[in-house]
């Protein structure tokens, strides 16, 4: 089954989410000092109608400045290549294994982008992910880095970039997985 590890896409898309609204909620009630309240872009004149008009409409919503949105971009390629790690029929999506889940700081999203680039490679996703990698690349500015958080923060966006592609007509045949599971037990 190509969605067998769908499971954990669905619940780093939930947890990711989650967090995420709580910092949204926190910059609402100006609960976090730290973080730039007023950090928005230009209203897009693309209508949300096709998928990148969405992401940006998402960008728009929530306030992201460069940082998250290169994280979140990088988080797209990754889930390219996970997902064509499925395709290929391997037992789980090997990729994950190079996320530092305890947070990503600018060496590990270096070695991260370079083995992207590489599995880019190994499984000719060239079309798709290189114009991904140009927007992280011109959103990702490694000399004025201003994640505040840090490496969780880098995280976060990270997986929320990876999650954006779970979709939802997946939604009931995982349902479907975990009521097996859990009528088993």
């Keep these: 089954n190509i969605y067998s590890n769908d499971v954990f896409d669905f619940a780093v898309r939930n947890a990711a989410f989650q967090y995420l609204a709580l910092i949204h909620i926190l910059k609402q009630f100006n609960l976090l000092k730290d973080m730039d309240v007023n950090a928005t872009t230009a209203p897009s004149e693309e209508s949300p109608k096709d998928y990148q008009g969405k992401i940006i409409h998402f960008f728009e919503k ?9 994280l979140f971009y990088l988080g797209r390629v990754l889930a390219n ?19 530092n889940y305890n947070g990503m700081d600018l060496g590990s999203l270096a070695k991260l982008v370079i ?56 939604v009931a045949e995982v349902e479907a997985i975990l009521e097996t599971n859990s009528d088993s037990e």
Excluded at 63 to 70: F, I, L, R, T
Excluded at 81 to 99: C, F, G, R, T
């Design 62 to 70: 929530m306030g992201y400045n460069d940082d998250q949105k290169a």
């Design 81 to 99: 290549v996970a997902y064509a790690q499925v395709k290929a029929k391997h037992k789980n999506k090997p990729i994950l294994n190079k996320i």
């Design 115 to 170: 083995d992207l680039s590489e599995k880019t490679q190994q499984y000719t996703l060239h079309t798709s992910n290189e114009w991904l990698m140009s927007l992280f690349t011109d959103f990702f500015k490694p000399n004025g880095w201003d994640i505040r958080v840090g490496r969780e923060e880098a995280l976060l966006y990270l997986l929320l970039g990876y999650s954006f592609r779970t979709a939802k007509e997946k």
